[in-house]
């Protein structure tokens, strides 16, 4: 004891200095990575952290485009440089920096994604040549004739929801009830389940899920992330469940290698003529439930909250909806047809998903050094494209501020100006997929009800996606038809 106190001023000392010598190390390699000359201008924020906490601040207060629109007028308008997430980062700003970004994919950028994604989602194998593989997928089950079949479905799934959980109801809250439909049609479409309570076995760690898998990693009890990775773990043990039961289905013919996409994933092969073992088929289904709910139940939250401020939108939008409801015999479901009348209101949507895209932007990373706009990027640089550079700006939408749905009449915005579903090769593949259940959901709320917010001045957040901080609580007026 008495050596261990005589040593204990030398340990504490040891201690001390290697927490100084490993500071040191962090900012000169902070420093470091933007010593180069000519790189573009900004602020490289603190050492480790960067100007992460302004960038995730400015969402939690509500204005996600400060972070971006202030940094343009202060640096520069087509490129400035900062650091997140403990990267260093150029924003490409404006049409022509989302021109250059969705045009350069695999020349001089490919995707990228923050730590946080990677430990939820462990590669095992190459993560770049599976994303391409499961594109080449999704066009057979994302195409105008399989998406003209999923209409009905869609129909019949929001039809027994709005059943369910909206009618005889004086007030709802809309955001769970949005993220509880875009779910359960993406298990009905995705795997073929229908049973209500085996999906809303999902629906509580799915949740954990989506709003953890974009928080900071930190893997600790009880922090967002670390309850993130233990809900993915507990989804994956689902899934295979239902794989190892559809292997059993297709064996026995009583279910088809075309019924949906799990099916799909389990009979085809790769070049060598191998299958894709149970866990990536677990994580792509995953992948594709977190894609084909998140941003659509954000884009039918705000339209839900955009027609309860505008009347004169909701009328016009209801004489549309109701049109359709005329057109049609007692309990006949939406089809193809029906959906392509529905051009204001989608519009409506559109205009939406402008002023409070759900997407807010995306990564990609530098795979060779390269000039924009006169400034230097490094490889290995992440580049970040950001939706607000151009959906707020006067060039591409006079009067930006004001919800204006003839914006997308005609010909609609510029190339490259209007991104909510990003762009390029990277582009959404479910774009349409969204489409239909966005308007279908229209249809189904507007011929049902009129509505009026609860709490008028609710604020909004963003981490990472916008959302009302209460989730949207509104009061139900039934139309008595």
């Not at 006949?332 to 409070?356: G, H, T």
């Not at 924009?372 to 700006?393: D, E």
Request: proline share 7%; hydrophobic share 40%.
């Amino acid at each position: 004891m008495e050596l261990f106190l005589l040593y204990l001023p030398y340990l504490l000392l040891a201690f001390v200095f290697s927490i100084v010598l490993s500071l040191q190390i962090l900012f000169f390699k902070h420093k470091s990575h933007y010593s180069t000359e000519n790189l573009p201008p900004g602020s490289a924020g603190w050492p480790i952290i960067g100007e992460s906490l302004e960038f995730l601040s400015a969402g939690w207060k509500g204005h996600p485009q400060s972070f971006v629109l202030d940094r343009m007028k202060k640096f520069s308008t087509e490129c400035f440089k900062t650091s997140i997430l403990g990267e260093p980062v150029a924003l490409m700003c404006r049409a022509a920096g989302n021109k250059f970004l969705f045009s350069n994919e695999d020349k001089l950028v490919t995707g990228w994604w923050p730590d946080s994604v990677k430990k939820i989602f462990p590669a095992r194998s190459d993560q770049k040549e599976e994303a391409k593989r499961l594109r080449r997928l999704l066009p057979q089950f994302l195409k105008p004739e399989a998406l003209k079949s999923y209409i009905g479905t869609m129909d019949i799934v929001a039809r027994s929801h709005f059943v369910s959980a909206w009618e005889n109801k004086e007030e709802v809250v809309v955001f769970p009830l949005a993220k509880r439909y875009t779910f359960w049609l993406a298990c009905r479409l995705f795997m073929s389940l229908e049973d209500p309570n085996h999906i809303a076995g999902f629906a509580h760690p799915f949740q954990l899920l989506a709003s953890g898998i974009f928080s900071i990693p930190i893997d600790l009890p009880g922090t967002p992330f670390n309850r993130a990775i233990k809900a993915s773990n507990i989804i994956r043990k689902q899934i295979i469940k239902i794989i190892k039961q559809r292997k059993i289905d297709l064996t026995e013919k009583v279910a088809t290698q075309t019924q949906d996409i799990l099916s799909h994933m389990l009979t085809i092969t790769n070049d060598q003529g191998y299958h894709m073992d149970d866990l990536d088929i677990a994580d792509k289904i995953l992948g594709l439930l977190i894609g084909g709910h998140d941003t659509a139940s954000v884009a039918i939250t705000f339209v839900i909250f955009y027609l309860a401020e505008l009347p004169h939108i909701y009328n016009m939008v209801y004489e549309e909806q109701m049109e359709i409801v005329r057109s049609k015999a007692s309990g006949e479901l939406l089809n193809w047809d029906d959906i392509q009348k529905m051009k204001y209101s989608w519009n409506v949507a559109c205009e939406v998903m402008r002023l409070m895209p759900p997407l807010q932007g995306g990564f990609r990373e530098a795979i060779q050094n390269f000039t924009y706009a006169g400034f230097f990027v490094p490889k290995g640089w992440k580049l970040y494209w950001n939706a607000y550079s151009t959906h707020t700006n006067c060039e591409h939408f006079p009067e930006p501020e004001k919800f204006d749905p003839t914006r997308f009449e005609g010909n609609g915005p510029a190339p490259y100006t209007y991104v909510p579903f990003g762009g390029g090769p990277r582009m959404c593949p479910g774009k349409e997929y969204a489409r239909l259940e966005i308007l279908v959901f229209m249809y189904n709320i507007v011929k049902r009800f009129k509505w009026e917010k609860v709490l008028p001045k609710e604020n909004i957040i963003v981490n990472p996606m916008p959302t009302p901080s209460k989730g949207l609580p509104i009061r139900l007026i039934p139309h008595h038809l």
